[in-house]
Every structure is written in C-alpha cells, then in structure tokens.
C-alpha cells in the first residue's frame, strides 16, 4: 500500500540513514528544537506562516513539561539532518499531538506518515495512552488516520456594550460563516485536498 512505498522510497532516498527518535527528557531540548528550527524553516507552514519556533522561552517551557515526564515528541533523521518532527505530550491517558511538520524537499516519500506511523508503533510499544488527539485543525493526516471526529471551539470574552466587542463577535461570525460555507462546498464536489495542495505548492521553494 501507499504506506509501505512511502516507507521504501525514504529509505532508498535516505541510503537506509533515516531514524525515528523520541524525545522524552529535558536535556534533548535544547538539540531537538535546533533541529525543529531547521525543518520548521523548509516547512511550508514556516514560509507560510513565519510562526518563530525554538525559542529560548519555549525551550526552558519544554524543559519544565518534559521534567514533570509529559513531553513526548519524535524526530525523524538522516544521515544529512531532520527531515520531519512531531511534536506532542501526554497526560492523563491521552497523547496530544502539537504541532508537525516536515522538509517540502522530501514531499515526495510522504516523511509525515512515515512520522506518523512510527509514533503510533512507539505510543502502543509502552506507556500506551488510551486516546490519541489530534488537536483542532483540518490536516490531510487526521483525514486518514483518525476514527472519530468532535467540534473544537474558540470563545472570546468582550466587553459587551461596546463598539470593540461588538466589531470582533460580527467579525468572528463573518469570517466562521465564510469559512463554513467554502469548505462545505470544496468537500461537496471533492476539491478540499486539491486546493490543499495547490496552497501548498505555491510555497514551495523554486
């Protein structure tokens, strides 16, 4: 299947150098965010959404999470630097997946399923968490591997008898509205995942 041709062609590409690391503890964060930075960069959420990961804050925040035993990421390598991270904890029962993403170089071998894959060999290997979430968002991969779908909201608290709170509730409405009305209309002649890539592709490197 398309899961196991991923799988052979990073291996090919990679000369069989690729590895999945998981990241448990506060002394590999400092190294695994340097390796985050480097694929966030080529990723196109980074050139999309230039959103600055890694920093000194976030790294000694981490290092907090993963003293308390929650911070469970994974890191995939080869021999010539990261190609994909997934970044995640677990509490409680539950794994919660972050934030993934991956090099736009190595698209062609899918390196996010080959990730995804091998962090749900790793998560049922021990300390087997009872649920997996996904997080909100509409990524390909929650399409094609979850098994049960909720609504996420976000709600925002404003003064009620002003001209601000009442511009940023009809504002939020318009835009959910705009938003559901696009989406339900992609989904309905199947054009979501090509409008999906061709995003995608446009922020790819020449």
Known sequence: N?????DRDLQRDTANSVTTTCITSPEQ?????????KVHQASWQGRTMGKELGTGTQVRFYQR??????????LVRSATGPI???????????YYCQDM???????????GNYMFVNLMKDLYRHNTPQVVDFGSGDSVFKHEFSNDVGRVQTVYVVPSRSYYGLAVVGTQRLIHWVYE????????????????ERIQHRHRPN
Do not use: K, N
């Open 2 to 6: 398309s899961l196991r041709r991923h």
């Open 29 to 37: 964060m400092e190294t695994f965010f340097d390796d985050v930075r």
């Open 65 to 74: 999470v993963a003293a308390h035993g929650w911070f469970r990421s994974y």
């Open 84 to 94: 994909c991270y997934g970044m995640g904890y677990q509490y409680d029962g539950v």
């Open 101 to 111: 993403a991956y090099d736009t170089a190595w698209r062609r071998c899918a390196p």
């Open 181 to 196: 009305r696009i989406y339900a209309g992609l989904t309905r002649i199947r054009a979501e995942r090509l409008v999906r």
